[in-house]
């Protein structure tokens, strides 16, 4: 029965399947187009996150300033500051994430909230 198994050429795989015996390493070339690395990712979720999350607080304190009496123009322009300040955060956040300078024009986009709910209140 041995000289049998012997003589028995071993069975070879499928090539689209991997040998646990003679696993093959994935060359990548420089310049090579294929998936993304997983910091690239993770910083674009991460600062997608962040964004969103303090724009719709943002976006929130406008809400609330609306609600607040019409005899207390301070307190609804002051939260409408405070959102404009949050909104700027927000921008300057998604910039730090991706290591970009922070002075740019784009923090003038996060003053939009702001502005907006400024015009809501004063008209």
């Known amino acids: 029965m041995s000289d049998q198994q012997s003589t028995q050429k071993p069975k070879k795989r499928p090539r ?17 187009s294929g998936p993304m ?11 997608a996150l962040a964004f969103t999350t303090i ?21 609804r322009i ?3 500051v405070i959102a404009a300040a949050f909104g700027v955060m927000s921008i300057a956040v998604f ?7 922070f002075a740019s024009p784009w923090l003038l986009l996060g003053v ?3 502005v907006v709910g400024l015009v809501l209140v004063l008209r």
């Open 78 to 80: 002051g939260l409408n």
């Open 55 to 75: 724009i719709h607080m943002s976006i929130g304190i406008v809400i609330a300033s609306l609600y607040i009496d019409e005899d207390r123009p301070s307190a």
């Open 37 to 47: 690395h997983l910091e690239p990712v993770q910083k674009w979720v991460l600062s």
């Open 95 to 101: 910039r730090a994430i991706h290591q970009k300078k």
């Open 16 to 32: 689209h399947l991997m040998d646990p015996n003679n696993p093959r390493r994935e060359v990548r070339k420089a310049g090579d």
């Open 112 to 114: 939009l909230p702001g």
